[in-house]
């Protein structure tokens, strides 16, 4: 909720750190939504979104209420994924799983022949369930507009996840996860961006140590109880190669000497 998410599954960049402010997730359906929101076209949703979300403005819901309600609540009112429009087909135009999955797909591909015949289809349907014609156009209007940007919720959903378990590891682990974002990137700016973070929790850097570093950064327990992170060699500039055989060397303990280890 902070945007203090370097190092988070997908939601590193600039723009995600202001959806993060403003949408401020509290659940993991947060993390979800913003993942399929942050996209060109529906990103202009995210103000509405957080502004629902955080109690600023009332939801609505497209008519019949009774009929998006159910499906749409979650996400206050607004479609964000292909699979709630597909559950609103269903239940107010009657259509079947197959047939929800062919307006879905209608969709995607945006063709206007397509997404006419569909038109027809779910008024009529809609009309047999009780609803009046209006609204059901209405509705399918909105339906159509949605086609321009619609995702598809379980994409977004195991993103989702992973956003969480690593934004996890870093507030409840954090050395342990600064070791291991700092093995993997090999950019200096998002390496920069993470030591800046590690300055901002409070976990010291703990410089390279012939003795205790390892090739790869590592957590290591310092003497007041708390973790840091020590150096990786391989994070050294030009000094390349497998440190495998440093290690071995050091198992019957720490060098002594230059001399010693230059043997």
């Not at 559950?87 to 929800?100: C, K, T």
């Not at 009780?130 to 993103?159: E, M, P, Q, R, V």
């Amino acid at each position: 909720a902070a945007g203090h998410s370097n190092g988070v599954f997908q939601v590193e960049s600039e723009g995600m750190k202001r959806a993060l402010k403003q949408i401020k997730p509290t659940r993991i359906d947060d993390l979800i939504a913003v993942g399929a929101l942050f996209r060109p076209g529906p990103m202009e949703m995210i103000p509405l979104y957080a502004d629902c979300k955080n109690g600023v403005k009332e939801p609505t819901y497209p008519e019949p209420v009774s009929g998006t309600k159910p499906f749409l609540e979650e996400t206050f009112g607004i479609l964000v994924y292909q699979e709630q429009v597909m559950q609103v087909a269903q239940v107010v135009a009657g259509y079947s799983l197959g047939g929800a999955d062919l307006l879905r797909r209608a969709m995607g591909k945006k063709i206007k022949e397509e997404m006419d015949k569909q038109r027809v289809l779910f008024v009529e349907g809609a009309v047999k369930n009780g609803h009046s014609a209006k609204d059901a156009g209405a509705l399918f209007d909105t339906i159509a507009k949605f086609a321009n940007y619609g995702f598809n919720k379980s994409h977004a959903a195991a993103y989702g996840v992973i956003s969480y378990q690593t934004a996890y590891l870093k507030k409840n682990y954090p050395a342990h996860f600064y070791a291991a974002s700092l093995t993997y990137e090999s950019e200096p700016d998002k390496m920069a961006l993470l030591k800046e973070d590690m300055d901002t929790d409070g976990v010291p850097m703990l410089l390279p140590d012939i003795n205790k570093s390892n090739f790869r950064f590592k957590p290591e327990k310092m003497a007041d109880g708390r973790y840091g992170v020590r150096f990786g060699l391989g994070a050294i500039k030009k000094l390349t190669g497998d440190m495998g055989e440093l290690v071995k060397a050091r198992a019957s303990g720490p060098f002594t000497s230059l001399e010693d280890f230059h043997q």
